[in-house]
């Protein structure tokens, strides 16, 4: 049996999740490998909750926002598209593929953007295979490293 | 001033003291020829026409001008007897003699009986009335003009005879001038303040249009001559409301409301870099604004559908989605030109015999009526062809006399490219969102959306309100709509508006943002993420507090507090883990 990647999306509530909803009103095919939390905000996602997805067990994270200047919250979605690049650097560090969160941006009426998104995003959890937790082991030295390089 | 009791030809009138006998004779209606008074000005006596006979107090009989002869008690004013009228013929004979016959002068002539002055006429045109000297110094304040040299080579110039700097080009010389000596002409790099001196469109002060509300004229700074010289303030002088304030200026004012409605409207698409139609290059290419302009009673040519020209157009083609449906400019359809292009077919069918050809890609009649209008429309012969405008050029010479522009389209209905000379495009430009809409949105706290109109809060449940609660749209800023439509949305706004306003106080969503007093470190971190301005930071407490009224449970703030103290309610962190491992198991 093939892979089935495990994801979480975070959704925003004004958006994306009634972009999901549309992409479901309009009958639209997405793989049903992800399940979707709901979030008044992409910028209520707390990088504690992608590691804590990661952590039970979910192979990728997809965070999924207002198109830019489109926040139901003036800027909720900016300080979102902050803390994503850090949580991605954080995951890396913990060897884990950066590639494995994600953030879209998703509009209210792109029901087609929305399956298209989470349709590539599962093929690529596809291709990198299961997180494998187990196989880390913090490499103080390489961090250190890191550190001095950036 | 006291006032005074005179008699002119017997009758007798109560005046103000030292006021001029030219006045009291035109309140009573008396003619007294005249060539250099006017009204706002003060005056000179120059033309000795207005000689009248008068009667002193002291029963001495005299000839004075009528103009500048003040009232006294008693006086006895004599305005044509034959001492009087021989006096003026004479002083009118003598003057003829030296200028040329202006129809001012012939006129006076005839009136005074003189139809062959017996010197002749003479050949100046100026009259040497020094109106436009003292119209140019007591009204307009400019002093640019004045009188040069003395006896019979007296003549009105400019200092030293060359273009003056101190002549603002406002004209009211050339308008005082009795006999056209002076006239406005254009000189390089100057602008002519007024081309005409009138009320009207073009004065300084005016009403902006005829349906303007409030109904009360303006003042253009920019070309009022007050506001240019300190002078003039003849307006003033002429309204009998005394309404006139020329120190009034704009004010800022703080208003405190309670809800705000935006009602900012739209724009239209400026067509000029859409140069395949031509527009600001051919002539007789016009926008839809422009042809209902035309259109109004009120309008620059009185409802008449005119070309540059002045005639009336044999065919005009009607370009409907300049700008609209169109993915170079605006992929949205702007949803009024349909039927408007209808109604201008409509109208050029009522008021001219010419030709229509309505270039459509599809028509979209959606509204109540409208497609019975439609179907009016097409009994009324007009020529209906689908297919996008694609292109208007001038009429090659062989096609000239059927019509100087030729609109190039694809009929797609026969299947075929059509060429159509016309003699006036009229193009259905598109419905924009203003300019600066994101700046106004942003001052009030309304996103807008790719194409610049403002989002509701839903698209189905909220289309009137927006994100921001108090915060009213009404209108096409929201996006275009015609005037049913509008005026919905206006009056909805209102009603939204006013039953919050009623209530007095404000429902809020249980979800909120929450600070565990205990947690908090008072780091402050969460005052500068939250979008709304609604954590404070309490100095004594050393902690921060959000105010319920302004949160709107974003959860920014919860995500980003680093001891965990903020809890945004109904998404709390424990919620969402629990989620996330509900989801996971």
Known sequence: MSFEPRLVGFLCNWCSYTGADLAGTARMKYPPNMRVIRVMCSGRVDPNFILEALAHGADGVLVLGCHPGDCHYAEGNYKCRKRLPITKRLVEGMGIEPQRVRLEWVSASEASRFSEVVTEFTEQIRVLGPLKLEDWTFDRAAADAQLEHN | ?585
């Open chain 2, 1 to 585: 001033m006291g006032m005074v009791t005179i008699r002119i030809d017997g009758k007798p009138i109560e005046v103000e003291e030292e006021s001029y006998i030219l006045q009291a004779a035109q309140t009573l209606a008396i003619d007294i020829p005249t060539l250099c008074w006017y009204r706002y000005i003060n005056p000179y006596a120059a033309c000795r026409l207005c000689m009248v006979e008068i009667t002193d107090k002291r029963g001495r009989v005299r000839m004075v001008t009528s103009c500048n002869f003040p009232a006294e008690a008693g006086l006895g004013v004599r305005t044509h007897t034959p001492r009087v009228l021989a006096t003026r013929r004479m002083n009118f004979e003598m003057l003829a003699s030296r200028c040329a016959p202006a129809p001012v002068l012939v006129d006076l002539g005839k009136k005074l009986g003189i139809e062959n002055p017996r010197w002749g006429w003479g050949e100046d045109t100026c009259i040497l009335c020094g109106l436009c000297v003292r119209v140019c110094d007591e009204v307009v304040g400019a002093q640019a003009i004045g009188f040069a040299a003395r006896g019979t080579s007296r003549t009105v110039t400019t200092p030293f005879e060359v273009d003056s700097e101190a002549c603002i080009l406002c004209g009211a010389c050339a308008a005082v001038c009795p006999t056209g000596h002076i006239r406005m002409e254009e000189c390089s790099g100057r602008e002519i303040v007024h081309r005409e001196i009138t009320l009207g469109p073009n004065a300084a002060i005016s009403v902006p249009f005829r349906q303007a509300v409030p109904n009360a004229p303006r003042i253009d700074p920019e070309y009022c001559v007050h506001f240019r010289t300190g002078g003039c303030k003849v307006c003033a002088q002429v309204c009998p409301m005394e309404c006139i304030d020329h120190e009034d200026e704009e004010r800022r004012e703080e208003i405190e409301v309670g809800a705000v409605i935006l009602a900012t409207g739209f724009q239209d698409l400026d067509p000029t870099p859409l140069k395949q139609y031509g527009y600001g290059k051919l002539p007789n290419v016009i926008t839809s604004m422009e042809f209902e302009r035309m259109n109004s009673a009120a309008g620059s040519t009185d409802g008449k559908i005119l070309m540059e020209g002045g005639q009336e157009p044999r065919s005009i083609a009607i370009l409907h989605c300049i700008g609209s449906r169109d993915e170079k400019h605006h992929p949205y359809c702007s949803r009024v030109c349909c039927m408007y292009a209808l109604k201008f077919a409509h109208l050029v069918k009522e008021k001219t015999t010419a030709e229509v050809y309505q270039l459509y890609i599809d028509l979209r009649s959606f509204g109540k009526g409208y497609e019975e209008f439609f179907q009016r429309i097409l009994t009324e012969g007009v020529n209906l062809i689908r297919g996008k405008g694609a292109e208007v050029v001038p009429a090659p010479q062989s096609r000239r006399d059927e019509g100087p522009l030729l609109v190039r389209c694809e009929d797609t209905l026969a299947g075929r490219f059509r060429e159509i000379p016309v003699d006036m495009v009229i193009l259905c430009t598109a419905l924009e969102a203003q300019q600066d809409a994101k700046e106004t949105g942003r001052k009030f706290g309304v996103s807008v959306g790719a194409d610049g109109w403002f989002i509701e809060r839903h698209p189905k449940l909220g289309p009137v309100s927006t994100t921001t609660d108090g915060i009213f749209l009404a209108g096409a800023c929201q996006g275009p709509k015609d005037i049913p439509d509008a005026v919905a949305q206006g009056g909805a706004a209102a009603a939204q508006a006013m039953s919050l306003m009623i209530r007095g106080e404000v429902e809020m969503d249980a979800a909120c943002a929450v600070v565990d007093e205990a947690l908090c470190s008072g780091c402050r971190l969460c005052n500068e993420l939250c979008p709304y301005g609604a954590i404070s930071f309490d100095i004594e407490k050393t902690l921060s507090l959000v105010n319920a009224a302004l949160c709107k449970a974003c959860g920014t703030c919860a995500a980003g507090c680093p001891s965990g103290a903020i809890k945004g309610l109904h998404f709390t962190d424990q919620q969402i883990y629990a989620e996330i491992e509900g989801i996971l198991s």
